[in-house]
Each structure stands twice: as C-alpha cells, then as structure tokens.
C-alpha cells in the first residue's frame, strides 16, 4: 500500500492507530540532499521486517 496524504493531521493520527488493520505500508520522504536522485525515497516500513 502506497498512501500520499495532503490532509489533516488528525486523519493521519487515526491511521496510525490502526497500523495493524493494514497490510504492510512503506512511508517515503523527499529527498533533497541527493545530488544526483532528487526523488523520493523509503524512509520507514510497517511491520518491520
């Protein structure tokens, strides 16, 4: 599951509550120090492993 939220920070408080409903989720940030792949990339996976 790949989620982009622009929306209010209490929907994406809810979600996190209920991390364990959803199949494993991958957050990803921008990543503005790369000098040669300005992208985004995977910053954290739920559940680990």
């Known amino acids: 599951m790949h989620l982009f939220i622009a929306g209010p920070n209490s929907f ?9 409903l959803l199949k494993p989720v991958t957050l990803y940030e921008f990543d503005f120090a790369s000098p040669r792949n300005k992208s ?8 680990e492993g």
């Open 12 to 20: 994406t408080f809810y979600l996190g509550q209920h991390i364990q």
């Open 40 to 47: 985004y990339q995977p910053s954290l996976s739920f559940p």
